[in-house]
């Protein structure tokens, strides 16, 4: 397992007559993604728009997605991994057992039919979401879901793509890549990055109470993550960079205000497909970017090296 | 490696539990209010009104609008029950400081806690107010 076979959302609009959506749920989360990529668009090679598009929904319940799919599959909670598993054997024609499937909560038959769309599509694509990322098995439930989809390049042409959140996130992940090689889960404290995720993500750090220090830009973990990893963020000085007094500005030491990326500060935002947007400001701001405080307390810590010299871990790389 | 915490014990084992799986999830009301401010009425109402199936109300002896506790190994908050059609046994409700409080830090070496289908207790306030 590994890799991801991936287009862009301009292909996904042109070209996809098959969609699945797979542990996420569009119409609440993602809104503008049915109009403007997956259903609705009238397309050079989908005229018909809508009427040339299957849409495939599986989800352990019924949402207000369900409605514009053409198909609802309704797996049984934590039967992810088992029923992407199951299909890649059914795709294969191997064997498996009616009572295997039951477990899924779904029938032989059931599958078999979607199989049978699946290869006959021109151009497939898997949208998945943190129905099938954040439940018990997380990165190796999304393993299974873009190994079947490179499998499915055996029959037809056939892609993943996953359902990011909100803000700027996927590019968080790309600069991080192309800074460092590793997208997240990197300590750079020898001077040169190490990825290892459970060791230097953010939540185990702040768990373990590795960190003396929090310095958190446009996020509210105060809101989000868990409790034990809330509690370090009020006991370490932290500084909080957002544009609102949030939860974590509550728990912090420094809150600096910051204008709002995209609408009063310009700067690069990357689509859930990794393709970056210039983003203009409409609106201006009293208050600073996040990208000039950052560079004014870089500025005013190089004034200081005396502030660095007495720390046995750190080493010239990194000032 | 975290310690997990024994759930807590119950002081008063006749108080009607019920085991449900909770599902914190998102809604697009929850977007917009976490934009307009997390400290509205509206965001802390829509992070604290828990979807349940009307079989699990009746289980519970609740009805809508009633406050509950929901336990887990790591911690407890209270919600309002709504009836909605989600599966049996199921709950949900759209993530928010509430649902902090009941996530665990462990992230089974992936740096992600698991965020959905904890097993959790249910146990309606009125019982404990008793």
């Known amino acids: 397992m590994g890799g991801k076979v991936t287009c862009t959302l301009g292909e996904v609009k042109n070209r996809a007559d098959f969609i699945v959506y797979w542990g996420g749920n569009p119409a609440e989360c993602h809104p503008r993604h049915f109009t403007k990529y997956t259903l609705m668009q009238k397309s050079k090679f989908l005229p018909r728009g809508r009427k040339d598009r299957t849409v495939v929904l599986v989800d352990i319940r019924e949402t207000k997605s369900a409605k514009a799919a053409d198909h609802f599959l309704q797996v049984r909670p934590g039967k992810d991994f088992e029923l992407l598993t199951i299909l890649r054997a059914l795709i294969k024609d191997q064997k498996v ?60 042409k056939f892609v993943a793509m996953p359902m990011r959140g909100h803000g700027n996130v996927t590019g968080a992940d790309v600069i991080m890549r192309w800074q460092t090689g590793y997208p997240f889960g990197i300590s750079l404290n020898r001077g040169y990055p190490r990825y290892n995720p459970g060791e230097f993500s953010t939540v185990d750090v702040l768990v373990r109470g590795d960190t003396d220090c ?86 005013t810590i190089a004034l200081r090296p005396d502030w660095m010299t007495n720390q046995p871990q750190m080493i010239e790389a990194q000032i | 490696m975290v310690q997990k915490r024994q759930l807590p ?15 914190p999830m998102r809604t697009a009301k929850q977007g917009v209010n976490v934009n307009i401010g997390k400290d509205g009425d509206e965001y802390k109402q829509i992070t604290t009104t828990l979807l349940v199936h009307q079989d699990d109300m009746a289980a519970l ?16 908050a ?53």
């Open chain 1, 97 to 156: 057992s009616e009572e295997q499937v039951a477990e899924t909560g779904l029938s032989l038959e059931v599958l078999k039919d979607l199989i049978e769309k699946m290869k006959a599509a021109k151009f497939g694509v898997m949208f998945f979401g943190m129905g099938l990322s954040m439940t018990r098995g997380k990165h190796m439930n999304a393993a299974a879901l873009l190994t079947l989809a490179a499998e499915m390049n055996a029959f037809t």
């Open chain 1, 214 to 299: 929090a310095f958190i830009i446009g996020a509210d973990p105060g809101a989000t993550m868990p409790k034990p990893a809330i509690d370090h963020l009020a006991k370490v000085p932290t500084i909080v960079l957002d544009p609102h007094v949030t939860h974590t500005s509550r728990l912090s030491r420094v809150h600096i205000t910051t204008a709002p990326a995209g609408i009063a500060a310009p700067g690069t935002g990357y689509r859930m497909d990794e393709v970056p947007m210039p983003l203009k400001p409409a609106l201006q701001s009293p208050y600073p970017s996040d990208e000039e405080v950052v560079r004014r307390i870089r500025e």
């Open chain 2, 9 to 23: 014990i119950n002081e008063r084992p006749s108080m009607p539990t019920v085991r449900l799986m909770l599902n």
């Open chain 2, 61 to 76: 002896g609740v009805e809508d609008g009633a406050a509950v506790l929901v336990r887990t190994e790591h911690g407890e």
């Open chain 2, 78 to 130: 209270e919600f309002i029950c709504k009836t909605d059609k989600v599966p049996p046994g199921l709950i949900f409700v759209p993530y928010g400081p509430p649902t902090c409080q009941l996530m665990g830090g462990d992230t089974d070496g992936t740096g992600m806690p698991t965020s959905k289908g904890w097993d959790v207790d249910v146990i309606p306030c009125s019982e404990l107010d008793r």
